[in-house]
Structures are given as structure tokens and as C-alpha cells.
Nanobody, 129 residues
Framework: QVQLVESGGGLVQPGGSLRLSCAAS????????IGWFRQAPGKEREGVSC????????YYANSVKGRFTISRDNAKNTVYLQMDSLKPEDTAVYYC??????????????????????WGQGTQVTVSA
């Protein structure tokens, strides 16, 4: 059974940093695409970043490029999202999600939310002075 557990959220001041973790079980990260998504109050859930190690690729939304870094530790079956230079508009519930199927070029380069069938429970990130 696929299971994803996020951790690392919290309250941080603008300009600060947080590192989110997504611990996966029930499947291997070797071929899976893992994505981070976020949902702010009153807004739709949106893609933030995706990673697939077999493709050697990462995806970042324009709003987080240069500030967020996604990485994975296959030995720990864990994916991380390092978030630096945080802004109030980054405030949201952050979810990790998995597409354990063999990767496609569309999934690894565009991180479409519709392709991710397994989701974690989410972790709150609040950026405020």
C-alpha cells in the first residue's frame, strides 16, 4: 500500500527557510515521480516541484524557481523540498504526491496534478512576520 507522510512545516518569517520531508512506503522511489503541491485558502491546488531520478529531471513552478530545491534520498525513500527566501504568498498546505508508474516525458517535465494518484495528508507552511 502506497503511503506518503509529510513533515517539516511550520511558521517562519519572510526571508526564512524550511525543509519539508516526504517519507514514502509501499513502493520504491527508483522510478516513481514525486511531486510537491500546495493549496492556499480559497485557491486551487497547484504544482510546486517534481522529481524523477530515472529521468534525472526536476520541475519547478516559475513562482519558486531559484528559491526552492527538490531532492531525494532513495536509500531513505524520502523526498525533500528545501524552501529558501520564503514569501508570505508561499503560505499554504503543502502536499507530496506520487506517480509510481514508469515515468513519461509529460509527467516529469510538466508535473500535472491529474497524474498523481497517491497523496500525503499535507503540512501547513505559514510565512508571516
Amino acid at each position: 500500500q502506497v503511503q506518503l507522510v509529510e513533515s517539516g512545516g511550520g511558521l517562519v518569517q519572510p526571508g526564512g527557510s524550511l525543509r519539508l520531508s516526504c517519507a514514502a512506503s509501499g513502493f520504491t522511489l527508483d522510478y516513481a515521480t514525486i511531486g510537491w503541491f500546495r493549496q492556499a485558502p480559497g485557491k486551487e491546488r497547484e504544482g510546486v516541484s517534481c522529481i524523477n531520478s530515472s529521468y534525472g529531471s526536476t520541475y519547478y513552478a516559475n513562482s519558486v524557481k531559484g528559491r526552492f530545491t527538490i531532492s531525494r534520498d532513495n536509500a531513505k525513500n524520502t523526498v525533500y523540498l528545501q524552501m529558501d527566501s520564503l514569501k508570505p504568498e508561499d503560505t499554504a498546505v503543502y502536499y507530496c504526491a506520487a506517480d509510481p508508474r514508469p515515468p513519461t516525458i509529460v509527467v516529469v517535465t510538466t508535473c500535472p496534478i491529474s497524474e498523481f494518484g497517491s497523496w500525503g495528508q499535507g503540512t501547513q507552511v505559514t510565512v508571516s512576520a
